[in-house]
């Protein structure tokens, strides 16, 4: 699968070793699709991926990882990954930061992975990538068609595929507990997806791209800015929803796709207070008043001064003749 036209999002932007498509097995695999692979620690690689990589977090990677470690998001975003551009957008994120000396990522021992249970998404993948074909979306562009399939990434260092044990993609995924990941990560790939449709001739303002950074990689300050601004204020929010978001960290997760989706990119989903709109409507007639008024007097200013200085140069003009 050299040839990568037309694949809008996929999952190998989350985890690479190198940028080689050579290393991308040419073969469009279904989840029934046989595959040849274990990773273990008898394998004479043992760890070799989880150096010199990149491993893009999603919002549930953090969330999980920062609570195994029992450390607030900021801590965990600072002391654990360095930022990043999520891939052919300009969105911004985060990908764990390898350590300086063996450019390895912070979690690895010789012993394996120390945080396994919890490991993020990109490693669970590895090495079967996943690809949306995106058909566009719908008329609205609120719900973009996928049409899944998988891949094989055949790295020269990768052993696991010299292993006798045999499987379906699907039981491979189950057992990587992949799937699980895909349900929780779906809304924010979506966003990025929309982000990469729309292109780069739509602008976004750095302010929604500093607010879509907060809400991807900082729950608890996303949490704060629901409850401790003027958010309440101007959108409608029913009691329940309210009541989870306040103690539960998925539901807040859930929630602040919705709200990206919609201040991103227009989606239904969360509406505005009737009483904000009539005050926007009013405050945009008042400025729409104050301009149309302010032009009036620069046009009778304007006019005034012209006829004064035709005045004047008549004026001039007669005292001249005399
Ligand atoms: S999180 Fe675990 S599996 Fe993933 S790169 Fe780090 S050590 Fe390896
Ligand atoms: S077999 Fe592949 S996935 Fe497992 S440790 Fe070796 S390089 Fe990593």
């Known amino acids: 699968m ?74 965990f975003v600072t ?21 300086e000396d063996k450019k390895a990522c912070p979690f690895v021992t010789p012993e394996g992975c120390t945080v396994y249970g919890d490991r993020p998404t990109a490693c669970r993948y590895y090495p079967v990538g996943m690809a949306d074909f995106h058909e566009g979306g719908s008329e609205d562009n609120e719900t973009p068609k996928e049409d899944k399939f998988f891949f094989l990434v055949k790295e020269p260092h990768c052993k696991g595929f010299e292993e006798p044990k045999t499987w379906t993609i699907r039981e491979w995924r189950a057992d990587q507990g992949v799937d699980m990941r895909d349900e929780m990560n779906k809304q924010w790939l979506r966003l990025i997806m929309r982000r990469k449709s729309h292109g780069f001739q739509a602008s976004l303002a750095d302010a929604a791209k500093r607010m879509f950074f907060m809400a991807s990689t900082d729950l608890d300050h996303f949490r704060r800015f629901i409850f401790e601004s003027s958010f309440l204020d101007t959108y409608e929010v029913d009691q329940e929803t309210l009541d989870k978001i306040k103690t539960d960290d998925v539901e807040l997760m859930f929630f602040s796709f919705k709200y990206l989706a919609n201040t991103l990119f227009g989606a239904e989903g969360l509406n505005i ?14 400025r729409q008043d104050d301009s149309l008024k302010k032009a009036e007097q620069d046009y009778l200013k304007i006019k005034a001064d012209r006829e004064k200085a035709k005045k004047e ?5 007669k005292k001249a003749k005399k």
Request: charged letters at 30%.
């Open 2 to 75: 050299n040839e990568k036209k037309g694949v809008d999002l996929d999952s190998d932007f989350m985890k690479a070793t190198d940028k080689n498509p050579s290393n991308i097995l040419p073969e469009k695999l279904g989840y029934d699709s046989p595959l040849q692979f274990e990773c273990h620690p008898g394998v004479s690689c043992f760890t070799a991926c989880c150096h010199n990589i990149k491993i893009v977090l999603t919002p549930y990677d953090i969330l999980v990882l920062r609570k195994r470690l029992d450390i607030p998001a900021h801590e």
């Open 79 to 99: 002391q654990y990954t360095e930022p990043t551009l999520l891939e052919r957008t300009d969105m911004p994120g985060v990908q764990i930061k390898l350590t």
């Open 273 to 286: 207070k009737k009483g904000k709109i009539m005050a926007k409507v009013q405050e945009i007639q008042q």
């Open 313 to 317: 140069e008549a004026e001039a003009l």
